[in-house]
């Protein structure tokens, strides 16, 4: 077969195209180091959270059973989780709370002696390196599941914002290095920002009521004992609205953009990436990870391959950064 030559560079013309046989994209796929030398994407420590679940007592490890490998520790055990995390070179974790006691407004979230709290002063003790982020939410806190305090049915949306801003004033004065509003609540950023201006702010700007939540609610004790949160998360079917959310919450002052879950919203990630000069995050929420888990259990798929493609998905959307469960395995991998 006769291949047409293009023509000359030096003439001013940049070469066609050309077909095969003389373009053979596989060349480049033959070994393991030519991949690498030329792979567009890239994971590495540098780019994953780990999210750490604290619980009252002492000694306490126990396991989620909706999310294997995953406990729920007690502070003392959380430092040693943490000081294990960070031998393996994670950088960050994202700390969620479980309290002794919830009540209607969720007032143990901003408790200067709550479980975060107490946390995070520990850590900031103990593993002086590791990057501390909070999650700024009260669902975990109220005895309704819900992420505001009600008025009757309803999430009161202004009222709220007060008891967040508490919250993230209490992370910050113990010790958190960012916070993580993500209870969707109109104008929390804006509010978070005012009380806290020298604090980044990882605003969960575009967060999707989603099913794929339910392994976290079991493991953070936070389903809604009534309805659900589609009248303050986002609508999994709108992805323009996404964009109105993460400039909002720009103009407000939040420091990083975050789209939660991640993998069915890659569509997102990468617009929010192609609009917004500023960190995009994503969450690869707990239902990604147990699912990939099951099936690896049922003998359908291999977990480290699957976790790395769909990780590797999430990076080459846009996201600069994940919040995902698998970051200590990730550790290990690498």
């Known amino acids: 077969m006769r291949v047409s030559r ?8 940049y070469p066609s195209v050309v077909s095969f046989p003389a373009t053979r994209l596989r060349r480049l796929r ?19 959270v780990m999210p750490l679940f604290a619980c009252p007592g002492e000694g306490v490890a126990r396991q989620v059973e909706g999310l294997p490998g995953i406990a729920r520790r007690s502070v003392d055990e959380v ?4 000081r294990e995390l960070t031998s393996l070179g994670v950088r960050a974790v994202l700390v969620f709370g479980i309290p002794e006691t919830k009540d209607a407004d969720g007032t143990g979230a901003w408790d200067a002696d709550g479980i ?18 909070t999650d700024v939410c009260l669902c975990e806190y109220t005895e309704h599941g819900h992420c505001g305090t009600l008025e009757g049915d309803t999430v009161a949306n202004d009222e709220t914002l007060d008891l967040l801003v508490r919250t993230a ?16 609540m109109d104008g929390r950023v804006g509010a978070i920002r005012e009380a806290l201006p020298e604090t980044p702010i990882v605003s969960y700007a575009a967060k999707y009521a989603s099913a794929f939540y339910g392994p976290f609610r079991e493991v953070a004790e936070s389903t809604p004992a009534f309805g659900d949160r589609r009248g303050y998360q986002m609508d999994p079917a709108n992805a323009r609205e996404a964009l ?13 953009l975050m789209v939660k879950p991640a993998l069915p919203y890659l569509d997102v990630i990468r617009s929010v990436r192609e609009r917004f000069d500023c960190p995009v995050w994503a969450y690869q929420v707990s239902g990604e ?14 977990e480290r391959r699957a976790a790395l493609e769909a990780l590797t998905a999430i990076r080459r959307a846009g996201a600069g950064t994940i919040v995902t469960y698998w970051a200590k395995d990730l550790a290990q991998w690498l």
Do not use: F, I, K, N
Request: proline share 2%; with cysteine; aromatic share 2%.
């Open 6 to 13: 293009a023509r000359s560079v030096s003439a001013g013309h």
């Open 289 to 302: 990870y147990a699912m990939v888990r099951a099936a690896a259990d049922a003998g359908h798929l291999e």
């Open 244 to 256: 109105r959310e993460c400039a909002l919450d720009l103009e407000e002052g939040a420091d990083v």
């Open 30 to 48: 033959r070994t393991d180091t030519l991949r690498a030398l030329v792979r567009e994407t890239t994971l590495s420590l540098d780019d994953v």
């Open 79 to 82: 430092v040693r989780e943490a």
């Open 116 to 133: 975060v709290q107490r946390t995070l002063r520990a850590l900031r003790s103990e593993t002086p390196g590791l990057t501390l982020l």
């Open 169 to 184: 004033a209490s992370h910050a004065e113990a010790g958190a290095d960012a916070v993580c509003p993500s209870d969707m």
